[in-house]
């Protein structure tokens, strides 16, 4: 702890790096430079790509968020778990807290562990009472620290929670929410278009706040709703203070992002600042705050001392629900960069991110091709710091991770709203499955067909060549693999007899 040491004791540090998840919201594989981005800059991110290891097959372990989260923490794929869905605001914690986590096996081996940002993995039990002590929620699943909202910034409640209290709560004016109907006298975005200041698509019609309209209904806590502009400068500060706070002893820092996630509400030293809209101006904003938490730890001395692994929770969705010039003025960007497909997607562009890992002096500057998930982080990091650990889906790639090593993951299964796919070695199955193939609201392929689909990836990166018909050798060698690893849990096993 802070103060404990005597000046002939080995700070323990020297062995115990620091260690840094910064996870970006809804980013995609094309919205960074060192990923091929050439009209969106993103140069602090860039600097740790080119500084540490760049990824080119690293994987969220779903096209949405709270899966994706939950696999992150648990090293566990969230299709095991039926409540790891996309979650709403009031929706209970989904994480057993008798199960194992990141954050719980560090603070085990000695680590101070905290969270700043985004949640959006449940809290409490059900009917959670907004004006007292808010649990189960992240600190009973093993962080010392926690600073988060809620859910998302499009959904109710839009408050701050630090270790289970709203911040800034007037008990005179206690918090409502309901997800199913209004409370009375409530304006909503659907009834009173006039207090907008950004206007909805779909599914964003209900309470107002800061002239936004949202996901649900909520009713007092004036004095505690944030303002969104300034929710990256205040995750960012809260982030930094972490630091500064927990710099003599080893730390677990999870900094999730909130960008760029409707609604995109950049600060005003960042508007304009993309010539892409609110949502370049965003990436823009969170590309700056990242530069700025490396600033701190350079200041703090402890840079060379830390991990940083950074990455994304899915791919990207430019109208996700609010009209904000995300279409209009994308110009020649692409999101996506090469890839098919985007958030809600079973097609590459809805889990292959960004995935960088970056430890100055530590790991050397290197591209790797090597598979690697956002589930392997549970068993890397445990090796890293001899914990003995172990999780159900998670594989150790340290050496992968620290670029020693380019022999990734063999197997994979992917996620997207309940439907699962495989990556092996160069060839990804997606297999039949009902619905519409595009989600129309969002513009996005969604990878549903009545058909087995058989990229190889490596020759077909854009997913345009399916080679079910032609492969049938490599088809049944897929589907074995699909079935042996999804075991029971695949509740569609008769449409994967093939004929």
């Not at 869905?85 to 096996?105: H, N, Y």
């Not at 918090?175 to 599914?203: A, Q, S």
């Not at 999870?254 to 409707?262: E, G, I, K, S």
């Not at 969002?442 to 067909?449: C, F, H, K, M, P």
Request: glycine share 10%.
């Amino acid at each position: 702890m802070v103060g404990c040491s005597q000046p002939n004791e080995p700070k323990e540090e020297a062995t115990k790096p620091n260690i840094i998840i910064i996870y970006a919201d809804d980013l995609g594989y094309g919205d960074v430079g060192a990923y091929g981005s050439t009209e969106l800059k993103t140069p602090n991110i860039d600097k740790l790509a080119n500084g540490g290891v760049r990824f080119t097959n690293g994987y969220a372990s779903s096209a949405t968020c709270s899966p994706s989260r939950y696999a992150l923490l648990t090293g566990v794929y969230p299709w095991r778990n039926d409540r790891a869905k996309i979650l709403p605001g009031t929706a209970p914690l989904i994480i057993d807290t008798a199960r194992m986590t990141i954050p719980k096996m560090l603070r085990a081996e000695g680590y101070h562990t905290g969270i700043v940002g985004k949640w959006h993995l449940g809290l409490g039990s059900g009917n959670v009472n907004w004006n007292e002590h808010i649990a189960p929620g992240p600190n009973e699943v093993g962080f010392d620290y926690a600073y988060i909202m809620a859910a998302t910034q499009d959904r109710v409640p839009t408050v701050y929670i630090e270790d289970g209290f709203v911040t800034g709560l007037d008990p005179d004016d206690p918090i409502e929410i309901n997800y199913r109907e209004n409370f009375d006298g409530e304006p909503t975005g659907k009834e009173n278009p006039e207090m907008l200041k950004m206007k909805w698509h779909h599914g964003h019609n209900n309470s107002i706040v800061n002239g936004i309209p949202r996901i649900g209904f909520m009713k007092g806590g004036e004095s505690a709703k944030w303002v969104d502009e300034n929710m990256a400068d205040t995750f960012l500060v809260r982030a930094q203070k972490y630091i500064i706070e927990h710099k003599d002893e080893p730390f677990f820092l999870y900094y999730a992002l909130q960008q760029p996630h409707v609604p995109r509400t950049p600060h005003e030293r960042f508007v304009g600042s993309s010539g892409m809209g609110p949502r370049g101006d965003v990436i823009v904003e969170a590309d700056w705050c990242i530069g700025e938490l490396i600033k701190t730890l350079e200041e703090q001395g402890v840079l060379e001392n830390t991990l940083i692994v950074l990455s994304s929770d899915n791919g990207p969705v430019l109208n996700d629900g609010y009209y904000d010039d995300a279409v209009e003025k994308l110009g020649n960007h692409t999101p996506s960069g090469l890839l098919r497909g985007g958030k809600y997607s079973l097609f590459e562009a809805g889990t292959r991110v960004p995935f960088i890992a970056y430890w100055k002096d530590k790991i050397q500057p290197a591209t790797s091709d090597a598979i690697i998930s956002q589930i392997d982080i549970f068993a890397s990091l445990a090796k890293l710091v001899n914990s003995t650990e172990k999780s159900q889906d998670s594989q150790n790639l340290l050496d992968v991770l620290m670029g020693k090593s380019q022999q990734g993951r063999e197997e994979l299964i992917l996620e997207a709203t309940t439907r699962t796919a495989l990556r092996k070695g160069d060839w990804i199955l997606i297999p039949p499955y009902k619905g519409p193939a595009k989600n129309k609201m969002v513009n996005i392929e969604l990878g549903n067909s009545n058909e087995y689909q058989l990229y190889h990836l490596s020759e077909d990166i854009g997913q345009q060549n399916n080679l079910a018909d032609t492969n049938r050798e490599k088809l049944e060698e897929m589907v074995d693999t699909f079935k042996r690893i999804r075991g029971d849990q695949y509740n569609n096993t008769k449409a994967l007899e093939l004929k």
